[in-house]
């Protein structure tokens, strides 16, 4: 972030290099808390793909078929 930046905050606009240093770390805080958002969101998709790519690889095994709603619940 460059200090001439602008963010918008509820529809108001401010200028980076105008905010005091402890809101600029806020600003910090919020973008690292989104990417780590971001990587968990990634990585829950990733897990449930697993599971309903398990879960199918579970029900040929049990050799059923056609039920293509099947909700795995173990």
Same mark, same amino acid.
């Given at each position: /972030?460059?200090?001439?930046? +602008?963010?918008?905050?509820?529809? !108001? ?5 105008? /905010? ?5 770390? #806020? ?13 968990? #969101?990634? !990585?829950?998709?990733?897990? #449930? &793909?697993? !599971? ?6 579970? /029900?040929?095994?049990? +050799? ?5 709603? &099947? !909700?795995?619940?173990?």
């Amino acid at each position: /972030m460059t200090d001439d930046q +602008n963010i918008t905050i509820d529809g !108001k606009e401010y200028v980076l290099g105008e /905010m005091s240093d402890e809101a600029r770390e #806020q600003v910090i805080n919020i973008q690292a808390v989104d990417q780590e958002i971001q990587r968990l #969101q990634i !990585k829950l998709a990733i897990a #449930q &793909t697993a !599971k309903a790519t398990y879960g199918q690889a579970l /029900m040929t095994a049990l +050799n059923v078929n056609g039920n293509t709603d &099947t !909700k795995l619940q173990i």
